[in-house]
Structures are given as C-alpha cells and as structure tokens.
C-alpha cells in the first residue's frame, strides 16, 4: 500500500491525501484508462480497411502496352481479369477470379475459376491459336466449328471424336455443351457472360470467360491478348515472353516500312450483298495498312469498325488505288470479275495489283489468316510491306498473302 501511494505521489507531488483517497484515485485512473483503452480500440476498427478496400489494396495491378479492353490484378493468393467492354477503364463488365487453391471473397459480381483448366471449350480458332502457343493445345476438349481451322491437330482430333464441335450449325448446342461439363468455356461477345452466353449455359454453372480482343484497335493491341488467356493456365511468363517477341519483330518491320519512297494508295475488301463494308480510319486493318507503308483512303475516318457503304460511293473515292487487298475469298482476278464486272473499273484490278490473304486456305476455303494471323501480326504485316514497298524486303516469302492472277 505504501509502494503504492508513493507512486501516486510521484505522479502528483502536490498531493498529500490519504491512503483512501489514493485508492480512490487508482480507481478513477482505471476507469478513465479502460475508456482511453475502448476509444482507441473503437478509432482502430473504425479506421481499418472494409473488405472492399482491403481488396482493392492487396492487389497489384499488371501493366499491359497496348490492349485497353482488359486489364490484370494479382494477389499472392489469386489473380482478377476484368474486361471493359464499353471502351471505358472505369467501365468493368464483367470479373474473373482465377484462384489456384481456395476461393476467395472477392466481389458476388465475379466469375470464380480453378486455374489450370484442363478441359477447355474454345468458341474461336483465334483463341484455339493462342492457347495452341501457350503450349495448351491438349488441353483443347471442344471447338465451335472444325470447318473454320487448318490446324491439324484439330482436325484430326475432331475426326476421331477427341474433341468436340460444339456449334456446327449455325445456334450453340447447349446440351452437348452441358453434357461436356468443361473446366472452362472460352467465347466471344461485347464483355458480360450473362449478357453474351445463353442463360441456360450460365445457369449450368459451367465457367465462362469472354474475350473482346475483337473490339481493340491495333494489332499488337489484339496479339496482347495472348497474357489474357495465359492465366487461365497459369502460363503468365510464357505469354509474356511470347508477346515480347512479337512486339520486337512487329516494331522492327515497322520501322522498316518507315524507309519507303512513296506510299502507295489501297482499297480493301468488296462488296458484301449490297454493301461494301470499309474499316474505318482506326481500324485493325487500317492501323496495319498504315504500319506496313500504305496511304489508305478512308484514313481520316475516326471511328474503329467499319461502315456499308454503296459500290458507287467506293468506286468515286477509291477508283485510282495502287493496290487492293483482302477481297473475300477471291483466288483469281477472273473469279473477281464473275462477282461483279465493274471492279475491273479501279485502276488495281487494270493493274493486276490485286493480293488476298488467303494464301493458305482449307478445302473449305477458310483461310489461315483469320485463324493465326491475329496472334501474329508481324507476319502480316511483313507481307503487306514486301507488298507495298517490294524493294524494302526483296527476299520476302509470303505466308499470308498472295497475288491474285
């Protein structure tokens, strides 16, 4: 008890009351310390982060160079994938939570998928090409239509009933699909699973992830979506050393095709039914054309898809053209001319300067270009500078592109 009152005294010198009012003051001090104590400890949960919060700060966001319609966050624990399909960053669509162990808590907005898939459904040939790069192509159980690949592999697959069409005609078949139950279904669509995939797909709790690559604008923009795909089978490394490559090759050649004397002028496409459908000015294919050393003729068009336009409408701006490219599925200059004989008008055509991008083609006539040419835009765009500007790469083989006789 003395020990005690001379610590008090210590605390107040001026203070010479009793031993009872010591003991008083103990119990006053042990009240007002439990209440500093609650306090704080109120401040310090009040303070700490929400769930939300702590789940926006726990991620690290992964830099993309050229894609803008999805991007990457990583955790130790797993990685979120979210898309933007309103060409908006702040604008997330749709979520994929890819996990290795146990799900998280993440958001009840999300898609939650167990990585590495091992069965996978894959809606497109360009999405079966990347996962083909990513050394994946086993795990491939299901494709949407064999008519639209030159890969063997698939088609040989296929044939013995190793992997399954899922889409033959023209509507998905849902129930096969179902019945297939696979790990993952890879398809394509504006960017919201519960908007782009049938509701009964959905309701099958089959996980699904959709891919936008097709609403980016450049090429490399599009071959970048080789990192998106690469997390659903934790192949993240392979991905970016894959894109590396790419990226260097395409802005080699690109610098190549800055060396040219004189751009020729180039008209793409032909008329589909009754409309010719002109990428716009930022568009995949103009960026390409602009890549490659072409002066294309709807380049100040701003928009990124394309427009009908009337063959009248074509003919009046771009009867003069250098060079004509990308012209449906055409194999001869006599084949053209049979679809309709007033493109023998354009200046090309009399000049037989016509290329098509089917040099490799199916016996289905689907070409190769539309299967691998997206994930290697380098190769493409080799092709149009040994077009365009033949002397900047006399030695050039085409891989994609041929003369039309």
């Not at 159980?141 to 992997?163: G, P, R, T």
Request: hydrophobic share 35%; net charge neutral; aromatic share 12%.
């Amino acid at each position: 008890m003395k020990r005690n009152k001379e610590r008090y005294a210590e605390l107040d010198s001026a203070s010479h009351e009793t031993l009872n009012q010591v003991q008083g003051d103990q119990h006053n001090v042990f009240i007002k310390l439990s209440i500093t104590i609650t306090l704080v400890l109120l401040i310090f949960v009040a303070c700490s982060p929400n769930a939300e919060t702590k789940k926006d700060t726990s991620l690290t966001s992964v830099p993309l160079s050229y894609a803008k319609r999805f991007t990457i966050k990583t955790s130790p624990d797993f990685s979120v994938l979210e898309l933007h399909g309103n060409k908006n960053d702040s604008d997330v669509t749709a979520t994929f939570v890819l996990y290795k162990n146990q799900k998280p808590n993440y958001s009840k907005e999300a898609y939650y998928i167990k990585t590495p898939v091992k069965r996978v459904a894959s809606m497109s040939s360009i999405y079966t090409t990347m996962i083909a790069e990513l050394s994946c192509l086993d795990k491939i159980v299901a494709i949407d239509n064999v008519d639209y690949y030159n890969n063997l592999f698939i088609q040989e697959h296929v044939k013995k009933s190793a992997i399954t069409e899922l889409s033959k005609g023209p509507q998905l078949d849902i129930e096969k699909t179902v019945a297939l139950n696979p790990d993952l279904f890879l398809t394509f669509g504006m960017g919201s699973p519960k908007d782009d995939v049938d509701k009964k797909l959905v309701q099958s709790n089959i996980p699904i992830a959709v891919s936008i690559d097709h609403l980016e604008e450049t090429p490399l923009a599009r071959a970048e979506w080789i990192k998106f795909f690469a997390y659903f089978f934790n192949k993240e490394k392979t991905a970016d050393s894959l894109f590396k490559i790419t990226e260097n090759k395409y802005n080699d050649l690109k610098s190549i095709a800055l060396k040219t004397t004189k751009k020729p002028s180039v008209l793409t496409e032909i008329k589909y039914g009754d409309a010719w459908y002109i990428p716009a000015g930022k568009s995949f294919i103009a960026h390409l054309i602009e890549d490659a050393g072409g002066d294309y003729f709807w380049k100040e068009d701003t928009k990124t898809g394309s427009s009908a336009q009337s063959f009248e409408t074509v003919y009046a701006k771009a009867k003069d053209c250098d060079i004509w490219i990308n012209l449906y599925n055409i194999n001869s200059k006599k084949e053209l001319l049979s679809y309709d004989e007033r493109y023998g008008l354009f200046k090309a055509c009399q000049n037989n300067q016509l290329y098509n991008n089917n040099k490799i083609q199916n016996t289905l006539g689907y070409s190769n270009y539309w299967e691998t040419g997206i994930t290697h835009p380098e190769d493409v765009l080799a092709d149009l500078i040994a077009i365009f500007s033949p002397t900047l790469t006399p030695n050039h083989t085409f891989k994609y592109y041929k003369k039309l006789e």
